[in-house]
């Protein structure tokens, strides 16, 4: 499996600045009784910037620079999710961002997570692959690669970015 890993995706200033709206007062979240599916067991707080072609969030301008680490053909989603701490590690259920009606993920989609918190929080993957949330790391993959993410237990919440993109 090939899941790309990049340390310092963005650079230093444009991360910041995104950071800083991210884990501020001012950015606002919207609670979902499950991470993929309703009531799944796994609660979170996300908010939907940008949605079918176009945006879809007043504060699309505060995202928007981070596109600049993928430089995308064609957009689909971007989402900021956070997850709050648990007592334990909770893993989210296995999943596809993007499924046609009938089940398939189209093999031109590909998904890009940017973490914006250190954390013991991580992405993993079908294959039992882990990747461990950092402030500033990306990692890409195809979309076709069954993920999820976890909780965190040593942080007040895991935020990450998840795009998905042509």
Known sequence: MSVEVYDDFLPQDLYNNVSKF???????WFFNSGT??????CPQWSHTFYLNCEPVSPHYSEIRPVLVGVNPLGLHRIK????????DIVEKPLHYDVTTPDGDTPEEVKICIIYFNDCDGYTYFEDGQKVQSKANRAIKFPGTYKHAGSSCT?????????????
């Open 36 to 41: 993929v599916y309703e009531d799944d067991g």
């Open 22 to 28: 991210l884990l501020g007062e001012n950015m606002p």
């Open 80 to 87: 900021v999710n956070a997850t709050t701490r648990t007592t």
């Open 154 to 166: 040593d942080a007040d919440r895991r935020i990450v970015c998840n795009i998905v993109y042509l």
